[in-house]
């Protein structure tokens, strides 16, 4: 068993490169004109395609109080549009317009890149263990 002063340490190590890798994001993101909370959602509109608003939150891990201000912003800059749903009148989707597509195919790659330098240092099997240590660490951290 771990002394509790490698646990603290644990958590201190994690806390930090997850600050970093979010300052990281968080220019990459600026260096297109967006905060990265734009940009994870127009992420995941590119990735996954025409989403509910009411679900976007969830999937990229934002209060639900700030989806709508978050499209807001994205449909003024003219690269995501709201679409109603014809079955439910409740349900909004938000989707990609030609304008946000083009700006995601011409960011995303150096991005991709970008993420994949920040791990160059780990073999694969070491990703895969880490991903799998983080993971176990975080489902405890829900049950606390």
Same mark, same amino acid.
Request: hydrophobic letters at 40%; charged letters at 35%.
């Given at each position: 068993?771990?002394?509790?002063?490698?646990?603290?340490?644990?958590?201190?190590?994690?806390?930090?490169?997850?600050?970093? /890798?979010?300052?990281?994001? &968080?220019?990459?993101?600026? $260096? %297109?004109?967006?905060?990265?909370?734009?940009?994870?959602? =127009? +992420?995941?509109?590119?990735?996954?395609?025409?989403?509910? /608003?009411?679900?976007?939150? &969830?999937?990229?891990?934002? $209060? %639900?109080?700030?989806?709508?201000?978050?499209?807001?912003? =994205? +449909?003024?800059?003219?690269?995501?549009?709201?679409?109603?749903?014809?079955?439910?009148?409740?349900?909004?989707?938000?989707?990609?317009?030609?304008?946000?597509?083009?700006?995601?195919?011409?960011?995303?790659?150096?991005?991709?890149?970008?993420?994949?330098?920040?791990?160059?240092?780990?073999?694969?099997?070491?990703?895969?263990?880490?991903?799998?240590?983080?993971?176990?660490?975080?489902?405890?951290?829900?049950?606390?």
């Amino acid at each position: 068993m771990d002394l509790p002063n490698r646990n603290l340490k644990a958590v201190a190590v994690i806390i930090r490169a997850a600050d970093a /890798i979010r300052e990281v994001i &968080k220019n990459d993101a600026a $260096a %297109s004109g967006l905060n990265p909370t734009e940009f994870s959602v =127009l +992420e995941l509109l590119y990735h996954q395609g025409r989403q509910p /608003i009411q679900s976007i939150g &969830k999937k990229v891990l934002i $209060a %639900s109080s700030s989806i709508t201000y978050v499209v807001d912003k =994205l +449909e003024v800059k003219k690269y995501v549009r709201r679409t109603e749903c014809a079955e439910d009148r409740r349900v909004t989707y938000a989707e990609l317009t030609e304008e946000g597509r083009a700006l995601l195919e011409r960011i995303w790659p150096e991005h991709e890149m970008m993420i994949d330098r920040l791990f160059d240092e780990l073999k694969p099997e070491e990703k895969e263990n880490m991903i799998s240590n983080l993971k176990k660490v975080g489902y405890k951290a829900l049950e606390v």
